[in-house]
């Protein structure tokens, strides 16, 4: 059988990225990782799979910076154009250097509009879609037509969200769908040690900017913490644009409330940590996929409420319990209050939840079904 060559292009600082290839170190695919953006520094869970099987376009020419190499293919002190226009040669002359039978581009806005239809020598493309990809870019003609052109490249796409497979065929894709799983690999399943209901700390994502909605939950928070003084809050990924209004609502908690920013997260597995310890997780977006973070809460044993932005009340349908809402302040109060004041139906959804995540979520699991993804 030939062994499945697959020339992987996405964020070199994501851990979504390094989580979704660590599922195939014990597979025969070999794979060349090229950097779709600019990054800093490569994210270390990908640093570790650095090896024969898992090479990464550069590093050992140009070192684990990006440093000289991406340098020269931003070119910023000239324009950004030059360094796209730059980053698509090096892209062929990757393609060219390792041959390989699937080109992979993971995420739209950067990965797939380096993608140009016509003849190539790889018939295999995959296109997969991360978060808003589609459902909010789509709304841009400038982006609409890049989003299309993507679609046409590609030979088979991938998403989380039936909604997101929907507007890909919306747009004129006419190729072939891989079947529907966490495009940043599969979590690890543990409740934690109390009962949700015994639990006592609130987890906010407290995102700004394009997507976020932070505001808002900041907002709704204040009054809520005022009405149940016995919670703790924790507002992680606190972009900066919020960062002071996250440190005025602290100073005001006597030391009820903490948090986490974006340029200091918190590592992954403490964040898990948190996630395992919560009442309840709240995220609030103008515009998300499947959120990790709606996943992350499913896995832990937190109550899940979740903006209608996102495309998490498939999940609802398909078993796991948790409060789809508005993107308004009146919306998060009511449903917060809800979910505080019914310990049963917090335990419920929390035993609910873990079945789900059994069946559906489990890294064995989603392993299992990525292992066959490359099987096209």
């Keep these: 059988m030939t062994i ?91 393609i060219f250097l390792f041959q390989p039978t699937i080109i992979h581009a993971i995420e739209i806005q950067h990965a797939g509009y380096l993608m140009k239809p016509g003849k190539s020598s790889v018939a295999k493309k995959i296109l997969t879609n991360w978060g808003s990809d589609i459902y909010y870019f789509q709304h841009f003609d400038y982006h609409k037509q890049k989003i299309v052109t993507a679609l046409d490249w590609a030979s088979h796409y991938s998403a989380e969200c039936e909604r997101d497979y929907e507007l890909a065929s919306s747009l004129g894709f006419s190729g072939k769908f891989l079947p529907r799983i966490p495009n940043a690999g599969g979590l690890d399943l543990e409740e934690g040690s109390l009962r949700c209901s015994d639990r006592d700390l609130i987890l906010v994502k407290t995102y700004g900017g394009q997507f976020g909605a932070g505001e808002i939950a900041i907002r709704s928070l204040q009054k809520f913490v005022d009405e149940f003084p016995q919670l703790r809050v924790h507002f992680y990924s606190v972009t900066p644009d919020l960062e002071e209004k996250v440190r005025q609502t602290q100073l005001a908690s006597q030391g009820r409330v903490t948090y986490s920013t974006l340029r200091k997260p918190l590592k992954h597995e403490e964040l898990i940590n948190m996630f395992r310890d919560a009442r309840i997780y709240l995220g609030c977006s103008k515009s998300d996929g499947l959120s990790t973070s709606f996943l992350e809460a499913v896995c832990g044993g937190a109550y899940p409420i979740q903006t209608n932005t996102s495309c998490a009340q498939e999940l609802v349908n398909e078993g796991v319990i948790g409060s789809i809402i508005n993107l308004d302040e009146e919306s998060v109060l009511d449903a917060l209050r809800k979910a505080h004041l019914n310990p049963d139906y917090l335990n419920a959804a929390q035993d609910a939840n873990f079945a789900y995540a059994r069946r559906r979520l489990s890294v064995d699991f989603v392993r299992n079904k990525a292992q066959k993804f490359y099987d096209i």
């Design 4 to 94: 499945q060559k697959v020339l992987i292009v996405g964020m070199l600082d994501s851990i979504h990225l390094a989580r979704w290839l660590k599922q195939f170190s014990s597979s025969d695919v070999q794979f060349l990782i090229f950097p779709s953006s600019h990054f800093r520094n490569i994210h270390p869970n990908l640093v570790s799979l650095d090896s024969p099987k898992f090479r990464i376009f550069g590093v050992r020419l140009f070192g684990r910076h990006s440093g000289y190499f991406d340098s020269l293919l931003t070119f910023r002190l000239i324009n950004n154009r030059i360094g796209h226009t730059l980053r698509k040669i090096y892209l062929r002359f990757a």
